[in-house]
């Protein structure tokens, strides 16, 4: 008699002539959430593969995935280890193949791997309405936190002066700025560090990271934003603020100005900021600065990994 496919090989590290094969194992499973959902007209679109690249090199090996006896994908988890800031997405299990436990050992896995590369806090995001997933997630021992509101504004500022990006800088000039991007980060919320993903989103030349200095020529904040479309065979539209520091909020409304006045020069007409609900003060301001919400996500922390209050603003996407 025919007997259903249970076997699980992983995890493993994905190669990147696997991106098609991650494309469709997303597509399916987060279509097959939104339907249970109630929404069954979704079609979850693939993702830019440029997308992928970022996502596989900024996760290390933290990038896993599982397969079945015939090596194709069934599951697959992007852990990603921002020093001491550790979070997991996007992260996925075939529709055949829920039910069988598989996301509880994907999710262990990447725990297991976070802790060991250093991480502090451990955290991801999902879609506040969506009950069965925080369900899921509580019985592993996270909790539900802020939101993560996605905030957008149009017609960006073209007036003022352009700030510094670090793809302007070369060699020991570079190295160096990207030192003190660190040591800013780490100063703000000890121990964080997106050296990581700062290089890599040169390096596939993504998007950029405003630098903005004082009188002194001292670094006081960086944003790194991308302006790569997210969805394959959509044209760009939009700069994408995935991480932020700054000592305080004037500051921070301050570089958010200069991200828009590269956004203008880029030829762009939206910028999208991820704000942590913590972040009430910067909230209030955005709005003011007519921001205006788009999205929203629920952020949550493993209970024994919570995540660390900042000494200023720290704003740090968990999802790609």
């Known amino acids: 008699m025919w007997q259903r496919d249970r076997t699980v090989r992983g995890p493993e590290r994905p190669g990147p002539h696997e991106i098609d094969a991650l494309n469709r194992l997303f597509s399916e499973a987060f279509t097959d959430r939104y339907r249970q959902d109630g929404l069954a007209g979704v079609r979850v679109p693939f993702l830019n593969p440029v997308v992928w690249e970022y996502a596989i090199a900024g996760a290390g090996e933290g990038a896993m995935v599982w397969r079945d006896g015939r090596g194709d994908l069934i ?25 069988e436990g598989l996301g509880r050992e994907i999710l262990r896995a990447g725990m297991a791997w ?12 999902t879609m506040p309405r969506t009950m069965e997933n925080i369900g899921f997630y509580a019985a592993l021992g996270f909790v539900p936190g802020h939101l993560t509101i996605t905030m957008q504004r149009r017609a960006p500022r073209r ?12 060699g020991t000039h570079r190295s160096a700025a990207i030192a003190e991007c660190r040591a800013l980060a780490s100063r703000i919320a000890p121990g964080v560090d997106f050296t990581r993903e700062i290089e890599t989103t040169l390096a596939l030349r993504l998007g950029d990271i405003t630098l903005l200095r004082g009188a002194d020529g001292v670094l006081q904040a960086f944003a790194l934003w991308h302006t790569a479309a997210l969805a394959q065979g959509r044209t760009t539209e939009e700069t994408r603020v995935l991480k932020l520091v700054a000592p305080d909020v004037p500051c921070a409304v301050e570089l958010l100005a200069a991200v828009e006045r590269e956004t203008a020069a880029l030829g762009l007409a939206i910028v999208s900021v991820r704000c942590q ?4 003060e910067l909230f209030t301001a955005l709005v003011a600065e007519e921001y205006r919400v788009h999205w929203t996500d629920l952020r949550l922390t493993h209970g024994d990994a919570p995540e660390v209050t900042p000494a200023g603003v720290l704003l740090s996407n968990w999802e790609i």
Do not use: N
């Not at 007036?159 to 070369?170: I, K, Y």
């Open 114 to 125: 976070l802790k060991a590369s250093g991480a502090r806090s451990i955290g991801l995001e």
């Open 75 to 99: 599951a697959f988890l992007m852990a990603h280890c921002s020093g001491t800031e550790g979070w997991m997405g996007p992260l996925a299990v075939r529709p055949d193949r829920q039910g």
């Open 277 to 280: 609900g913590a972040q009430q």
């Open 159 to 170: 007036r003022g002066p352009l700030t510094s990006r670090l793809s302007e800088l070369g």
